[in-house]
């Protein structure tokens, strides 16, 4: 079966500071796509950022970056500078091919 | 753009009525899914349909049943309502060679 886990349910970080957010998946399959979602009180799901497991460079988009180890089936996620917006909850997903398995996500609480 | 739209928004049931959740999407995508999202749990796959006429098992199909009535719609029926439906349901489209899957709103469901 192919799984994902968050192993951090919930997580704070102090304004303009840096955080990361760990996840790990289970497969088999060579070749998959890895998400990170962020989900506000609004229940919006909002792509964060994506990563193709065929390439080895870590996505970027703006303030949030990966650390993909394909090797150690380890996709964290690292928000620099963390602003009181990107206070929600945040999933990990996996998708080998039709489907996309969701992580238990992890809570993610901004300090002023 | 309406892009992926979910009714009701909320809804309360009774143990053992029945009722349909209707998604549509006009972004023309061949892929549609129902997830329900539990607390601590993720968001889990209830069903997916690939193509218009085709639809398949998720993770969590028990008690569901799914319409891929046309390219645009793809409804989620529960025909005995119970307490462990309690959840927030997710439709959700992604075109078949696309990334990024686009979610709906949701719809509160409570079961009591």
């Known amino acids: 079966a192919q799984t994902v886990t968050q192993s951090q349910p919930e997580m704070s970080v102090q304004e303009a500071e840096t955080v990361t957010l760990s996840c790990t998946y289970d497969?088999?399959?060579?070749?998959?796509?890895l998400f990170w979602y962020k989900q506000p009180p609004s229940r919006q799901m909002i792509l964060v950022i994506r990563q193709e497991a065929y390439k080895q460079q870590n996505a970027t988009e703006n303030r949030f970056s990966v650390n993909f180890q394909k090797a150690a089936k380890s996709f964290s996620l690292k928000i620099s500078d963390s602003q009181l917006g990107d206070a929600a909850m945040y999933f990990c997903a996996y998708r080998p091919a039709r489907k996309l398995v969701f992580g238990q996500g992890t809570r993610l609480t901004i300090n002023p | 753009n309406a892009g992926v739209t979910q009714t009701p928004k909320f809804q309360v049931l009774k143990t053992g009525q029945s009722m349909t959740l209707q998604c549509a999407q006009d972004m023309n995508h061949n892929s549609m899914y129902w997830y329900r999202q539990d607390p601590g749990m993720g968001l889990r796959l209830i069903y997916y349909s690939a193509s218009e006429g085709t639809t398949d098992k998720g993770e969590v199909p028990n008690g569901y049943n799914v319409s891929r009535l046309n390219k645009r719609e793809f409804s989620l029926r529960l025909e005995s309502a119970a307490p462990s439906q309690t959840s927030v349901y997710f439709c959700?489209?992604?075109?078949?060679?696309?990334?990024?899957?686009?979610f709906g709103s949701g719809t509160q469901l409570s079961v009591l």
């Open positions: 497969t088999s399959e060579s070749d998959y796509y």
């Open positions: 959700a489209s992604k075109n078949t060679t696309g990334r990024k899957l686009f």
